[in-house]
């Protein structure tokens, strides 16, 4: 029961927080920044402002999305993040120059990070049969736990990369100067929902 509850209790967390970032992102799409600087426009002066050689900026599918390519080097925009002005765009694509400035100055964090997903996946997608087998042989329940364990950790790695980009971003966009005290509070709270995101997937243990 007490386990049923936990599970229950992930779940709703997780929908919160999912609904809670995209409540945010909505409302702050339809809102542009004073400077008038569209996705694309802001990651590229922000990389040239802080010196993070061979970075790319291009489009990908999906909306409202963004990501970063450490082997590509290469900052991933959606489209409507990439041509857009408002404040969500601009959290994105400052986000974004944040992993690449993460990835100058720790490359090796994010490089063990990407090795270890793989590893992760493939423990994620055993839990549920170890938790089957624990019903039959119960010392099973020490792999299940370092399994999980190992998982959460992963998880951990995540938030702390993200927190870090978002930290970055935040510092980078203050230092150009681009945005008054409003608009930096509304990114702040876009990069923050996005966040809580991560946070709540600790107790996700499931990668990919």
């Known amino acids: 029961m007490t386990l049923l509850s936990g599970v229950c209790i992930i779940l709703i967390l997780r ?4 609904w809670h970032f995209e409540k945010t ?11 008038g600087e569209t996705g694309s426009e802001i990651a590229e002066c922000l990389i ?29 925009l959606s489209k409507d993040i ?21 990835d100058r100055d720790n490359g090796l964090i994010m490089y063990a ?18 938790l089957i087998m624990y019903f039959f042989i119960n010392w ?17 790695m995540s ?3 993200e927190h870090d980009a978002s930290r970055r971003a935040l510092k980078m966009l203050k230092k150009a100067r ?19 995101t991560y946070l709540v997937n600790v107790f996700n243990f499931k990668i990919g």
């Not at 041509?83 to 992993?99: M, P, Q, Y």
């Open 25 to 35: 992102m909505d409302r702050w799409s339809y809102i542009n920044t004073h400077a």
């Open 140 to 156: 099973m329940v020490y792999i299940l736990v370092a399994a999980v364990l190992a998982i959460m950790c992963l998880q951990l």
């Open 178 to 196: 681009k945005y008054n005290d409003s608009e930096i509070r509304a990114i702040k709270k876009t990069l923050n929902a996005a966040l809580m």
């Open 48 to 76: 040239q402002r802080n010196n993070i050689q061979a970075t790319r900026v291009h489009i990908t599918e999906g909306v409202k999305t963004g990501a970063y390519s450490r082997y590509g080097k290469t900052i991933l």
């Open 15 to 18: 929908k919160v927080a999912s």
């Open 159 to 161: 938030v702390w990369i």
């Open 82 to 102: 990439h041509d857009s002005r408002s404040v969500a765009a601009i959290a994105i694509a400052a986000h974004e120059v944040g992993h690449s400035e993460c």
């Open 113 to 130: 990070r990407y090795c270890l997903v793989p590893f992760g996946i493939i423990l994620s997608k055993a839990v549920p049969i170890l």
